[in-house]
Structure formats: structure tokens, C-alpha cells
């Protein structure tokens, strides 16, 4: 980055790039473009970010993000409370809220598999699902991780895991792309998927 920069905007593009998928180039867009902001946008913008920590925690029972505990779906009494539907991260649960057709509940694991990564069962939501299970009347887990590696090897784990309890286990099906992240399929697809999702084990 030119020397020529503002340590402030050198501050910024370095915190921008850090998000995923994020490059310098893209940073330096950004803050270039936030700097051409009107002086109460960007406040805003800073604003938002800032209460991002003191406003939104995690549901103590799907562990999403929300600002109320229990969130708005876990405190839906219409919601059908047999049926779990395990995903990801709250990106996906949002996108499949937005598809439809889905009445029952949620489960955040908050990360797949990666030991690579330093991604294990201990730092996935899993002990808490499997206490979630025993502790309520819960019929039907539907498996919705991604269809990439580290989709697939969760779905594996938490197949094997839950075929212990006595609970119907299913993973969705059709329409989800290997090696896509759920959260970037369409809502056509993902309501297909959630329809023709099949037993496993």
C-alpha cells in the first residue's frame, strides 16, 4: 500500500481485508469508497459495527445470533419443535427462513469439521444438540450441512452420533451442488433439497 496513505485509511484497509474474501485491492475500494461518504454514513456504518458485540448474543437453545434469547424462531410457538434441523452457521438458517417451507426448528453447530482447521467435535455445537435431544421431545434431526468436504464428513459424524439416540436421522437431498455452501443456494433449490431429504444410516 502507497505511503502515501493516511495512517487512518492504512487502518481501515488493513481491518476490511481481514473479512473472507477480502483482498487489499477490494479493501482499498472500500475505504476509499467509506471515505467518500457524507460524515453521517460512515458514522453509521462505525456505529452498527461497534454494537454488533453488546446488542446480539447467541439463542441459548439454537445458538444463532439474535438480540432477544429465545430468538424469534425458537419463540414461535407455531414452530413444529420434533423436528430439528441441523445447519452450519446462522448465514445458512437465514437461507433456508428465506426458501420456506421448513415449520420446525434449528440447530447452530457454528462450524463443520476441519481438523485441519482445528475444527473437532469439542468445538462444534454437538454435546449441546445431543443434550437438546435426550432433554426434549424431539422426533426428526435433518442434517443440513454443506455438500463440501467438511459438510459431508459432519453429516458422517453427527449420522453415527445420533444413531445412538432414538430419533429419526435424515440429510437434505437433491439440489444442493457438491462443494456449495448452502447459504449461497437459491430458495427454489433449497426447499427442494429440505422436501426430498433422505434417511441416513
Known sequence: ??????????????????????GEKTATRMAMSILRWPEDRAGELAASI?????????????????????CPVCSDPKRDRTSICVVEDP????????????????HVLHGALAPM???GPDELKIKELIRRIQATGVKEIIIATS???AG???????????GRLPV???????????????KYADGMTLQRAIEARHEMG
Open 117 to 119: 482447521d482445528g475444527m
Open 1 to 22: 500500500m502507497p505511503g502515501a496513505f493516511p495512517p487512518a485509511l492504512v487502518r481501515l484497509v488493513k481491518n476490511l481485508s481481514r473479512l473472507p474474501g477480502v
Open 147 to 149: 455438500s463440501t468436504v
Open 91 to 106: 448465514g445458512d438458517l437465514l437461507a433456508l427462513e428465506k426458501a420456506g417451507g421448513f415449520r420446525g426448528v434449528y
Open 50 to 70: 461497534a454494537e454488533l458485540h453488546g446488542r446480539i448474543r447467541l439463542c441459548s437453545s439454537c445458538f444463532t445470533f439474535s438480540e432477544q434469547d429465545p
Open 152 to 162: 459431508e464428513a459432519t453429516a458422517a459424524y453427527l449420522s453415527d452420533v445420533l
Open 168 to 182: 429419526r436421522v435424515s440429510r437434505i437431498a437433491c439440489g444442493i451442488p457438491m462443494g456449495m455452501d448452502i
